[in-house]
């Protein structure tokens, strides 16, 4: 049993727990991006990348690949390299993801990744990751990344399903609006920072 001074203890320990990443937004057309493993899991990443970033460029390798990711390769800038895992495929890649099956492959990736500076994420392995790949709403220029800290992607999952109805689909339209909205304003930095909040405002304030 704890007594009160553990249970205070933990209790803030609790309290004071919280998601310490930096969320990002990064332009894959720029970068190279590596996917290790040919399975249904990289074909998921491969999936979800492209969903939300079709000008990405990818080269993804492994011994064998399914139907579904050779036929998606197909739709963006992918590279299906037939091949067991060499560190030679981490040179000029700025971001990797091991997916395989076998735990030493994704530990040698990662240790590999570490010793090069390269980012890293080994899919299902906290531990093993520079970053996560969380759930992610587009509305034409709008996107939404959910995070759970690497705790609960089915909660990630469900969140996004929630903003993705919340989300009215002609917010683009509104983001596209002010856009040219801003270009009109007069004054400095400051000055027009204050027009367009004052003048967005009512798109946050609580109903009665």
Known sequence: MLDEADKIK?????EKERNNLYPIFLKTKSLNVLIV???HVAEEKLTFLLKSSPDAHVTVVSPM????TIKLAKTGCVTLVEDSYKKKYIIGKHM???TTDIPEVNVEVWKDCRAESKLVNVADNPPYCDFYMGGIVTKGNVKVAISTNGKSPTTAKRLRQFFEDVIPENVDDLVKNLNEFRKTIKGDFEQKVETLNEFTKGLIEKKE
């Open 37 to 39: 493993g040919g399975g």
């Open 65 to 68: 690949f399914r139907e579904g």
């Open 96 to 98: 990797v993801v091991a």
């Open 10 to 14: 933990t209790s803030s320990l609790v």
